[in-house]
């Protein structure tokens, strides 16, 4: 009895981490978004919020959903498992949606600075790519193919890509974002000579 409560336990937490996973994607590009069209309102008002988004967001699902598998523990699981798996999908829709839009900010301003940017085209194609793992841009590619209809070798490489992706998608995030970023190089380096002359 204990064994299946901790699976049950572990399964609803599974879900709630892969929510909050989509959810922080939706942070992340409304964070973005609204600093590159110089929103001049004050972070304080928005911090709350993003916390609320990112980790409260999924409880409104993962309940609703855990009630309904509790109480209908052998019945059809596809309905019950309709809006767990519609929640991603919709915070993966308003990410793509915003991406597009920051892509065409990106785009006008390194249009309007073409003399100061010949290789604007690389540029853009950069933070393109720079933005897809972090707004999970990847999870559009095959949220619509779920795992009943994809077969053969489709489903291979469905498999492949969500669990590489997902797997390495913090790990990217972390070097383009983090360790690529010249202000964390430098503070890096100078922790580095201060730990060298302590030692």
């Not at 928005?46 to 988004?53: G, H, N, S, V």
């Not at 100061?116 to 590619?141: N, Q, S």
């Not at 190089?185 to 730990?195: A, G, I, V, Y």
């Amino acid at each position: 009895w204990q064994a299946a409560l901790g699976c049950r336990a572990a399964q609803v937490l599974m879900q709630y981490c892969i929510l909050a996973n989509h959810y922080w994607f939706l942070v992340e590009a409304v964070y973005l978004y609204k600093l590159l069209i110089g929103a001049v309102f004050s972070e304080k008002n928005y911090y709350r919020l993003y916390l609320y988004l990112g980790w409260g967001t999924p409880v409104v699902f993962v309940v609703p959903w855990m009630t309904a598998k509790y109480l209908k523990e052998n019945a059809d699981r596809v309905g019950v498992l309709g809006s767990v798996c519609l929640c991603p999908v919709s915070s993966s829709q308003i990410n793509l949606l915003i991406f597009m839009r920051i892509l065409k900010v990106i785009l006008a301003k390194l249009r309007a600075n073409q003399k100061g940017y010949a290789d604007y085209k690389l540029r853009l194609a950069k933070a393109t790519l720079t933005l897809i793992p972090l707004f999970g841009i990847h999870e559009v590619v095959f949220i619509f193919a779920t795992d009943e209809q994809t077969t053969g070798i489709l489903r291979y490489i469905k498999v492949f890509f969500t669990l590489f992706l997902n797997s390495f998608q913090g790990f990217l995030v972390a070097v383009l974002y983090c360790f690529a970023n010249k202000e964390v190089k430098s503070e890096m380096k100078k922790k580095w000579q201060l730990w060298k002359l302590d030692h």
